[in-house]
């Protein structure tokens, strides 16, 4: 019985020790994967500033990053979902040199005439209050960013001409290119990137914990481009001015969540804030270009 009692102390003891300094003591004592990890999935800078506040309320809040700076080049706005949200920190390095707004809304697609299916109404709502914004406040360029092979792919968007999604967002794409024209903004579509099964960092932590060799995630680029055959139809048909990074997320026979020691994405689709910066200088030639 005494020893049993001692045996149980111990017990309690350790368990405390685990509550108090986590299980990284054990499988990361110099926190060297605890690291990489929490890296990899750390929110966006301004997340509660730019994304979180829109997607409480369900209202246009518009997010400044820079103003008045002297630029040669108009504002830039950044119109998008969560996936506009994961590109934050690209857009806060072009801050530095341009006047930069940030309009993001999560689960809903930046287009116009656009119908998010599941009773989204707050896409409607804050579409329409952000085109009365766009009639007092003109932006040399404004970028599209939402996730456009999942909302065709899982069937979740429509127009009032079409159910059928891949037709509706071209419509959309069109309808949104035509208002832009008007007003001489250079309008850039950003194609989503890979979507995989796992997330890259959960099976790096995973591994780490178990002492398995780290994997390394990819899918082929043939199921790459049947994620997004449909999307990258609609915007050939629309004619939009796209920006595809392809060639940054893969090579000629896979995509990959990890690169080197930098893992690309916060979760299956969502790419991290490294991933993001990385694009920043890919960015700036769109901008440029007009």
């Not at 994997?215 to 629309?238: D, G, T, Y």
Request: with cysteine.
């Amino acid at each position: 019985m005494v020893f049993s009692a001692s045996g149980f102390s111990f017990l309690i003891l350790g368990c405390l020790a685990l509550l108090l300094t986590g299980n990284r003591t054990i499988y990361d004592p110099d926190g060297k994967f605890t690291a990489v990890y929490e890296e990899a999935v750390e929110p966006e800078p301004y997340r509660d500033k730019c994304f979180d506040t829109v997607t409480s309320s369900g209202s246009l809040d518009v997010c400044t990053l820079s103003s008045n700076l002297q630029s040669s080049k108009g504002k830039i706005l950044l119109w998008g979902d969560s996936h506009g949200s994961a590109l934050i920190p690209a857009f806060n390095i072009l801050a530095k040199s341009h006047n930069v707004d940030i309009v993001n809304n999560s689960g809903c697609p930046p287009l116009f005439s656009i119908i998010r299916n599941a009773s989204k109404s707050k896409c409607n709502k804050v579409n329409a209050e952000l085109e009365k914004h766009l009639k007092s406040n003109h932006y040399h360029s404004i970028f599209l960013v939402g996730a456009w092979n999942n909302y065709i792919n899982w069937n979740m968007i429509s127009t009032i001409e079409s159910d059928e999604p891949a037709k509706s967002m071209e419509l959309a794409i069109s309808q949104t290119l035509n208002y832009f024209k008007q007003q001489n903004t250079n309008l850039i579509f950003v194609a989503q990137p890979p979507r995989f099964k796992k997330s890259q960092a959960i099976e790096y932590i995973r591994a780490a914990a178990l002492h398995y060799d780290i994997p390394r995630l990819n899918i082929s680029i043939e199921e790459f481009n049947k994620q997004r055959k449909e999307a990258n139809n609609a915007v050939k048909k629309s004619g939009i001015r796209s920006a595809d990074f392809t060639d940054f997320f893969c090579n000629a026979d896979l995509c990959f969540a990890m690169q080197k020691d930098i893992i690309m994405y916060k979760d299956t689709h969502h790419i991290s804030n490294n991933a993001a910066r990385l694009l920043a200088e890919r960015l700036e030639e769109f901008i440029n270009e007009h």
